[in-house]
């Protein structure tokens, strides 16, 4: 089965707080790892990951990738309350990608 | 401005009814997929399509239909032979691969009275 496994499922911290969101996947037909932020409707992209140990940055995003341990972080430095919202990883490489639950992230003011 | 639209975005059906979900998009993507998305459960793959006329099965399309006559359309239908199909429901469209990523539509909530 083609998993995607992201933890945790559910976070809730105070407004300038560092959080950092994990993803975990099955190395059957990898090709890249992407992360998504999702607030009301349609999902945003944030990243794509390819090659391994090499950081991705937009503002106070991070993420980065390890082909080794099969896993993604994404981290988040200073939050605010508009980083709320559901945070989808996924995995590109068998005609579609695949989805994990997503990780809902509350920042509290 | 380009982008892929869903209609409507609200949608109340009675049970045992048919009902078809809009998706239009006017990036002259190649690939077009239509997800599930349930409290708690992530976004789960319906159907795609990769070329007109042609589409895949994915992973709980039991009781929904698709065509795909025109590059830009891919209409999702769902059947009154889905058990539970209230839900939120998403399209999305890529060029090529989808590992380059998906654009996404705004959903389409449908709740089956």
């Known amino acids: 089965e083609d998993k995607v496994v992201q933890s945790p499922l559910s976070l809730v911290v105070h407004e300038g707080d560092t959080v950092t969101l994990n993803c975990s996947y099955e190395v059957t037909n990898f090709r890249s790892l992407l992360w998504y932020k999702q607030e009301k409707k349609a999902p945003t992209f944030l990243f794509m990951l390819?090659?391994?140990?090499i950081e991705k940055k937009s503002g106070r995003l991070s993420s980065i990738l390890d082909k080794k341990e099969l896993f993604s972080i994404l981290n988040i430095t200073a939050t605010q309350t508009g980083d709320s919202a559901v945070y989808l990883c996924?995995?590109?490489?068998?005609?579609?990608?695949?989805f994990g639950k997503g990780t809902k992230l509350t920042v509290n003011p | 401005d380009g982008g892929i639209t869903q209609s409507p975005k609200y949608l109340f059906r009675k049970e045992g009814q048919n009902v078809t979900l809009s998706c239009e998009q006017n990036?002259?993507?190649?690939?077009m997929y239509w997800y599930r998305q349930d409290p708690g459960q992530g976004l789960r793959l319906i159907y795609y399509s990769q070329i007109v006329n042609d589409f895949q099965k994915g992973d709980i399309a039991e009781g929904y239909s698709v065509s795909r006559e025109k590059k830009e359309s891919f209409p999702l239908t769902v059947t009154s032979a889905q058990k539970n199909p209230t839900a939120f429901y998403l399209c999305a469209s890529s060029i090529h691969r989808e590992d380059y990523g998906y654009t996404f539509g705004s959903g389409t909530r449908l709740t089956v009275v």
């Open positions: 990036l002259n993507h190649d690939a």
């Open positions: 996924a995995k590109g490489g068998s005609e579609k990608l695949v």
């Open positions: 390819t090659s391994s140990g």
